[in-house]
């Protein structure tokens, strides 16, 4: 009950000391989000952008600043939250479940983290796909608030594909899956995981589609991959108890 009342005030301070720390930084913050956009148009100038962003009122300069605050606040708190759930699970979890915490933890930031700078590096990519089907002589000037929405959304997206072999793993763990069936069923899995990619990208374009997938198929290998060692080790652990 105690880690219940706790978790979620605790949450909200590492959410609000990330935002103060983008809110501080947020010029050079703003100037990292365009970058891709700002280099796009450099490299392309048939494509009849200027690399700036606009906006439509005297307010959403700083509604945008609170947004992106917030969103990156969101994602430098996330070892903080990741732990927090955890934590909240914890007292339904077996003793040998429990031993998971630290690397379930490390393993769902670092390939978060990993998801986010993939989404960072296609974006361009994207863009320039996209650009490329507005047509020869459209004059490319973005909103601030739809290009800071696109960015978010690309890396939540990428992040949360990401923890998908987080996922698989655990539930190999606790029994729920085996690896055997998720190798027997890997063609429906490899769909699944196309599909959920199509879905979940939030530009729509086949890269990003492509650079998402891939990825988490890989992923999703490797993940079957330590549900086999993890049975290994499990049946040597049950044959030496047996002796």
Known sequence: TGVQTCALPICLLAVALGASFILIFYDQFLSLLTRPYVNLCARRPDFNCAGELYALGPIEGLSQRMRISGYGGLILALPVVMWQIWRFVLPALSSREKKYSIPFILSSVVL?????????????????????????????????????????????????????????????????????????????????????????????????????AIPMSILFLIAVAIGFIAQRKRRNRVATDGD
């Open 112 to 212: 978060f983290a990993f998801g986010g700078a993939l989404a960072y590096w296609t974006l361009d990519k994207a863009l320039e796909f996209l650009i490329s089907w507005s047509g020869h002589g459209v004059e490319q000037t973005y909103q601030i608030s739809r290009y800071v929405s696109l960015v978010a959304l690309m890396v939540l997206a990428f992040g949360i594909g990401f923890l998908l072999p987080v996922l698989i793993v655990f539930l190999q763990l606790v029994n729920v899956l085996t690896p055997q069936a998720l190798l027997k069923q890997w063609r429906v899995s490899f769909m699944v995981i196309f599909v959920l990619a199509a879905v979940i990208t939030p530009s729509g374009d086949p890269i990003s589609m492509l650079a998402l």
